[in-house]
Structure formats: structure tokens, C-alpha cells
């Protein structure tokens, strides 16, 4: 782009380890928990840095994780149950300075 500015995409596919929840519903002030085990997903990621210097950039990214639909059982210890069917895409949006040595 010039100016110092670099744009960049990815994606990659991975291993979610755990999904989880945890509510406290008002009335019975009792938390109540959610969960799941490992899942497959994939990632897509649009970003873009500035060049500080030739070793330190700043950088900025968004982030979709694709996980789907999951379907969260009660944790032991909760009255029976489940959390189903949610959909688990979260996105999450980072920023960062990066050094190249």
C-alpha cells in the first residue's frame, strides 16, 4: 500500500479444546454451568500493520472463528439439562506492536 501500511489476510483450521458457559440466572442467584468438549473449526483473519521502524510495527486484526452449532450438557453439580443447539462463531478484534529481530 505504501506509507508504511501492510494489509493481510488468513485462514487456518484448528482444534477448539473446550466450549463453555456459565449463567447465574436472577431468580435463583445459583450459577449453573454449560460445556462441551473439543471440536473442529477454522479461522479467518483480516488485518492490517504500520511500520514504526524496521523492526517494530503496529498491528490490527479481526478474527472469525467458525465452530458451528454445539450442543453444551450440564456440568456436575447442576440440575439436568443442556444449552442446545447454539452457534459458536465468535469474533474478536486484536491489537498488538510487534518486534522483528
Do not use: C
Not at 66 to 77: F, I, K
Amino acid at each position: 500500500m505504501g506509507g508504511g501500511w501492510t494489509p493481510y489476510v488468513g485462514a487456518g483450521i484448528g482444534w477448539v479444546q473446550e466450549i463453555d458457559i456459565d449463567m447465574t440466572p436472577s431468580n435463583t442467584g445459583a450459577e449453573r454451568g454449560y460445556s462441551t468438549g473439543s471440536k473442529s473449526a477454522f479461522q479467518f483473519i483480516g488485518g492490517i500493520e504500520y511500520e514504526l521502524t524496521p523492526q517494530w510495527r503496529l498491528t490490527a486484526d479481526a478474527r472469525w472463528l467458525r465452530v458451528g452449532s454445539v450442543r453444551l450438557d450440564n456440568e456436575v453439580g447442576n440440575p439436568g439439562g443442556s444449552a442446545s443447539p447454539l452457534k459458536y462463531n465468535p469474533i474478536s478484534v486484536q491489537v498488538g506492536i510487534r518486534y522483528s529481530f
